[in-house]
């Protein structure tokens, strides 16, 4: 599903799960299992549309 088709709630459940997943692979060791590169970039353009709709999220925190 593109992103630009995608509902806002869906937009934010999907940008929150990266988000909670990066936290809990920081606190597991700090490398990141599951948020790759490719996960990286699937959130940035979730991130890019959700300021275009003027959406209210926590961003990711990416540093280790």
Same mark, same amino acid.
């Given at each position: 599903? @593109? $992103?630009?088709?995608? @509902? +806002?709630?869906?937009?934010?459940? !999907? !940008?929150?799960? $990266?988000?909670?997943? $990066?936290?809990?692979?920081?606190?597991?060791?700090?490398?990141?299992?599951?948020?790759?590169?490719?996960?990286?970039? !699937?959130?940035?353009?979730?991130? $890019?549309?959700?300021?275009?709709?003027?959406?209210?999220? +926590?961003?990711?925190?990416? %540093? %280790?």
């Amino acid at each position: 599903m @593109k $992103v630009l088709e995608m @509902k +806002s709630e869906r937009l934010l459940a !999907y !940008y929150e799960n $990266v988000r909670r997943q $990066v936290q809990i692979d920081k606190q597991t060791g700090g490398e990141f299992r599951f948020a790759g590169e490719g996960m990286k970039k !699937y959130a940035e353009q979730l991130r $890019v549309e959700m300021e275009r709709r003027g959406l209210q999220f +926590s961003p990711i925190d990416w %540093d %280790d």
